[in-house]
């Protein structure tokens, strides 16, 4: 999911707008704007794109000068309107609204207990526990209360709170899912990922540290540490795929890392072919890179129609199917004949592969090698990415020569775990998707 909030600026509502527009790579399922007049919190939300679900009129009603916005990218819970963000509540201690980036892996125990003691949930999205704990632990300060709620919290939250009079930001203490603060002319603003702040012209200040939580509200902005600290474990996936590469998140440019890593996959590799072609657009920054280190000539063999969404966020396999097809065409002229070396961010299921190398084989290439610039994906993520269960993924259950025959490549080679982490080197990264090695505890992947 994308998350972006506005502080003390009159077109509040219309600068989180134009921000999750620039975040809409992190989601596409859904929308959200809400918005605070300082006394009353209004809210607009919808299903699908950004610029779908906000008419004019739709924008002109949100009147105020605090607001936060979500996109919603499924990842628990079911893709419908009732678990679409922000959600705002009036509670004890007042009104407020919350917009959630991230995967709380104990939500379901934490909402059984509460169900138990008569709460009442109207959404399956884990953002809503949340909200519960928040409301229940009833302390003086609001704060507090926040505090409180979160610190029960295992898993991923970059999180935006929005009351009548302040906007709140916390990264979890593992720092999972980005977020970073930006200064505008007039006001603040709290957001996924900087290419967000490019867009409205906002400067970037620095990123929220994981654990960090900090408050915006007329008496400034203050910056506390309120859990128990702990490693940072920012997901690495966000570097490899899911930021957008304009972006600086964790320390480091997403372009610059993703070439990294690109240039770490050719240096691993000794095939001989004649060029090299990205999977667009997430494989085409890695390319770049490969091409540089390998002298291997870069070309546009497969062309995008970006009239389509990213297939892997539709939720119908049905979809997901012929997506492949409606997305990407091959460039007879580029690939006929040839040795093509075809580079992508990384193969989930494996079916998007081998219609590539298909559509490749039938365009004319002679051969065709399969590079990936991240380690095979054996095991699902609980933190906020949409793999699928275990069994799907095609790393789980096939080695790599069964997967390279699966997708029918003439070669299949994936960046090491050792290669990538060399390109990543400011964090112990998150790696549980390649590795197993989950940060949190006690998941076998099932
Ligand atoms: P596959 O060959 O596994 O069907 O599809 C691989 C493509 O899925 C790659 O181009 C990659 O960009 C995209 N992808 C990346 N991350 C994810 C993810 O988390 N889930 C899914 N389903 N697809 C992803
Ligand atoms: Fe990121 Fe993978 Fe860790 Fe999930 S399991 S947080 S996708 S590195
Ligand atoms: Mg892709």
Redesign the pocket.
Known sequence: CGVAGVYANEDAANLVYLSLYALQHRGQEGAGIAVSNRNEIATEKGMGLVADIFSQEKLDRLTGDIAIGHNRYATTGLSELQNTQPITVTINAGVMSLAHNGNIVNADEIKQELVKQGAIFNSSSDTEVVVHLIAKSKKEDLLDSIVTALSQLKGAFSLLLMTNDKLIGVRDPMGMRPLVLGKLKNGYILTSESCALDLIEATMVREIEPGEMVIIDDDGLKSIFPFEKTAPRPCVFEHI?FARPDSFIFGNSVYEVRKRLGVKLAEEDDVEADLVIP?PD?GVVATLGYSEKSGMAFQMGLMRNHYVGRT?IEPSQSIRHFGVKIKLNPVREVIEGKRVVVV??????????RKIVKMLREAGAKEVHMRISSPPTAFPCFYG????TRKELIASTHTIEETRKYITADSLHYLSIDGLMECVQSYDYCHACFSGAYPTMHHNGD
């Open positions: 795929y999977v997430s892997f992508d961010d990384s193969i989930v299921r494996g079916t998007t592969s990415i949409d793999t699928p």
